[in-house]
């Protein structure tokens, strides 16, 4: 039973580029949460999904990010233009419900590193 | 802003002693409480999670509840070096759009040999 799969776990991009992080839920689950952490810091809470629908985007910056979770496929966090600030671990998690008891479960990240 | 506070650390104890890391919350409603473990360079594992006020056990692990106080905390018995990593605290508080786990920014603790 796999658990959340993120991909790739290491990325690197040159500013200006963009960057594609990629989380599959665990199976069962219909609802991804993506998370940045910075160095030192704790998880900051970016968005919330559920397949084809944004519930919560209220963390993520106005520009240059979005997300999607596509009816088939993963959830992707894109980040266009990518500037070295960016750099960081970014988490997906799943649960199988939005309800405020629920647990989520993380993949193993992806760390990316802006040059 | 609703915020979720934790001693950044480093707490040191010897081998078997207990450890207690304590977290406070803003948020009043909040009803839903996790305690996380991340070893460096991993992912957040979930170990504890608490919803009534008082004392949960869980092996080693203890979580306590005090909602008037907006206190929690975790205690870990038995202490080993494989408990050394940085713990957070997490509480599911209403944000602008839908129920968020907030984190705090973790207690890192070393169990000494």
């Known amino acids: 039973n796999a658990g959340v799969m993120q991909n790739p776990r290491h990325l690197v991009r040159r500013r200006g580029q963009e960057a594609r992080l990629r989380c599959s839920p665990m199976?069962?689950?219909?609802?991804v949460y993506w998370y940045r952490q910075l160095p030192e810091e704790g998880l900051k809470f970016m968005v919330y999904?559920?397949?084809?629908?944004?519930?919560?985007e209220s963390g993520m910056p106005k520009e240059r990010f979005s997300a999607e979770f596509p009816k088939e496929g993963p959830s992707i966090l894109r980040i266009q233009q990518v500037v070295r600030g960016d750099s960081a671990a970014y988490f997906c998690?799943?649960?199988?419900?939005?309800?405020?008891?629920?647990?989520?479960?993380f993949g193993s990240g992806t760390q990316l590193s802006v040059l | 802003q609703k915020e979720v506070e934790q001693n950044s650390g480093p707490l040191s104890v010897p081998e078997g002693a207990i450890a207690s890391l304590n977290c406070t919350y803003s948020?009043?409603?909040?009803?839903?409480f996790f305690w996380y473990r991340q070893y460096s360079g991993k992912s957040p594992e979930l170990i504890m999670s608490?919803?009534?006020?008082g004392d949960k056990e869980d092996g080693r692990f203890t979580a306590q509840l005090n909602k008037a106080s907006q206190y929690v905390s975790l205690l870990i018995r038995d202490s080993q070096p494989s408990d050394s990593a940085t713990y957070l605290c997490?509480?599911?508080?209403?944000?602008?759009?839908?129920?968020?786990?907030?984190f705090g920014k973790g207690t890192k603790l070393s169990v000494i040999p």
């Open positions: 998690a799943s649960s199988p419900a939005g309800s405020t008891n629920e647990k989520l479960f």
């Open positions: 199976k069962g689950h219909s609802h």
């Open positions: 999904l559920q397949k084809e629908n944004i519930i919560d």
């Open positions: 948020d009043r409603g909040s009803q839903s």
């Open positions: 608490i919803y009534s006020n």
């Open positions: 997490a509480v599911v508080v209403a944000g602008a759009g839908s129920y968020q786990l907030t």
